[in-house]
């Protein structure tokens, strides 16, 4: 057995000194390519930042499974599983803009045992351990209680195949839901904007197409704030939408006008 929060420890350490190389490594020339689009970027400085992580992991748990964003899965039949986005918001950090993060979660089986997410341009660390409450800085923090969408400050996000997949690519869903809340934000890093439900900054969050490295660390940080996350896998990858549980169903009603698959 493991000593989560040792782990935890470990693992906040991790996120700190890859988001620190990260902030050193933007505004400076990089290699990249692209994967599923032209817009889907990945820089040199992801690869770099998952191998740090990577080697980390492997140093000190050398016997758990690894899900990568960059790398895929390293299956050695472990019942633990680290899942990674090392550079999530890649658009965000290539333009110089300065909201991205560091995302780290480990499974056991099927249950989330840990979630950190470090945003390095704002100093802020984000984690929870399973049944122990969600923080900000040494900080415990809790989703919002405000329960009508008239009243509620969203995020969403806007997948890569937006221009291929018009069907699909939750501008419908953004139109009705437009006009029924203050208003909607787009950060451009999911793990953040979820962050932001957990610590009450935003009131809810949707978006269609995740991976599950987009939201098992914040994912678990949200459900130790109080809320919940309803996450639907298809054939194109993951479809999310979180608020505290009462807003939560207002928010799933609404989106389910128009997008009965959600």
Not at 111 to 129: D, I, M, Q, R, S
Not at 136 to 155: A, C, P, T, W, Y
Not at 173 to 185: D, P
Request: hydrophobic residues 40%.
């Amino acid at each position: 057995m493991i000593d989560i929060n040792d782990v935890l420890e470990n693992v906040k350490q991790w996120a700190v000194e890859v988001g620190e190389f990260q902030a050193a490594r933007q505004n400076q020339r990089l290699q990249y390519h692209t994967k599923s689009t032209n817009t889907d970027i990945v820089t040199e400085v992801d690869l770099a930042s998952e191998k740090l992580i990577i080697d980390n992991i492997r140093k000190h748990y050398p016997d758990h499974s690894i899900l990568s964003e960059e790398d895929g899965l390293h299956d050695i039949s472990s019942d633990y599983m680290w899942v990674i986005d090392p550079l999530d918001g890649t658009t965000n950090y290539f333009y110089g803009y300065p909201i991205f993060a560091v995302s780290i979660a480990l499974k056991h089986k099927d249950e989330t045992l840990l979630g950190v997410v470090y945003v390095p341009k704002l100093n802020e660390l984000f984690y929870a351990v399973k049944g122990q409450g969600a923080y900000l800085n040494e900080n415990k923090i809790k989703v919002s209680d405000r329960q009508e969408l008239h009243e509620s400050l969203m995020g969403t996000g806007f997948p890569y195949d937006k221009a291929i997949d018009p069907e699909n690519n939750n501008l419908q869903i953004l139109n009705n839901l437009l006009t029924n809340v203050v208003c909607v934000r787009r950060s451009g890093s999911a793990a953040f904007d979820l962050c932001c439900v957990a610590s009450g900054r935003l009131d809810g969050f949707w978006e269609l197409k995740l991976k599950l490295w987009d939201i098992a660390a914040a994912g678990l940080i949200i459900e130790e704030a109080g809320g919940r996350v309803i996450a639907s896998p298809n054939d194109k990858g993951i479809n999310t939408m979180t608020a505290n549980p009462v807003l939560l169903e207002k928010l799933r009603a609404k989106i389910e006008e128009c997008y009965k698959n959600f």
